[in-house]
Structure formats: structure tokens, C-alpha cells
Nanobody
Framework: QVQLVESGGGLVQAGGSLRLSCAAS????????MAWFRQAPGSEREFVAA????????YYRDSVKGRFSISRDNAKNTVYLQMNSLKAEDTADYYC??????????????????????WGQGTQVTVSS
């Protein structure tokens, strides 16, 4: 496992932008993929975006395609989520996750929370309409 610390959440008006950051420490050299999930009150945690650490393969949920962008800085062991054109339905707690076991290598596992063994504490994003 690795330790993950998120930052960058906050309150923004609809149509605005935020950038989330997630810094990994510990056995960060073992990271295969990192992802962002979110959980709104009363809802299940859902996949938002992911990036594989070496190849840089990127995945998004359909509702954020064209608005959100995930990127990584290998030298800083940090992953970012740039969120543009935010909508009220994007309001949620956003969690960074890391896969250090290569569990997300197979097929659609990258979209599944069970593929990730390390989680951050979450950062709140509130979009006012």
C-alpha cells in the first residue's frame, strides 16, 4: 500500500473549474494505476477517472468525458484531476485511489473500486447552481 493525500476541493459555481491533486508516498514505486472516485450523499461510490502509471492509459466515466482531465507527474508521484464546466451533479466527496497489486490490469477492473488497495481521506467538491 501507499499513503495518499488529496487536496484542491472546495465550493465553486456551476460552470467553474477546480483541480484536485493526490500525492502518493511510501511504496509509490509499486503503483500500477491511480484513479479518482466520488461519492455523493446517499449514493454509492462511483468511478470518475483513472490513469496507468507507466503506459499512461486513461479512462473516464461517460458523464465527465470532455469536461474532466486526469494526468500524472511521475517525478512527483502525484495525480491530478482537472475539472471544468462543473455541474451541480458533480457535487460529491472525491477520493484518490491507488492500485499497487496490478489488480486493475485485467479488463474492466480499472473501473472497479475493488481493484484499488490504497485510498485517500477524500476531499469535498460542492458545485452550486
Amino acid at each position: 500500500q501507499v499513503q495518499l493525500v488529496e487536496s484542491g476541493g472546495g465550493l465553486v459555481q456551476a460552470g467553474g473549474s477546480l483541480r484536485l491533486s493526490c500525492a502518493a508516498s511510501g511504496r509509490s514505486f509499486s503503483v500500477y494505476a491511480m484513479a479518482w472516485f466520488r461519492q455523493a450523499p446517499g449514493s454509492e461510490r462511483e468511478f470518475v477517472a483513472a490513469v496507468t502509471w507507466s503506459a499512461g492509459s486513461i479512462y473516464y466515466r461517460d458523464s465527465v468525458k470532455g469536461r474532466f482531465s486526469i494526468s500524472r507527474d511521475n517525478a512527483k508521484n502525484t495525480v491530478y484531476l482537472q475539472m471544468n464546466s462543473l455541474k451541480a451533479e458533480d457535487t460529491a466527496d472525491y477520493y484518490c485511489a491507488a492500485d499497487t497489486r496490478k489488480a486493475t490490469y485485467d479488463g474492466d477492473a480499472v473501473y472497479d473500486a475493488f481493484g484499488y488497495d490504497s485510498w485517500g481521506q477524500g476531499t469535498q467538491v460542492t458545485v452550486s447552481s
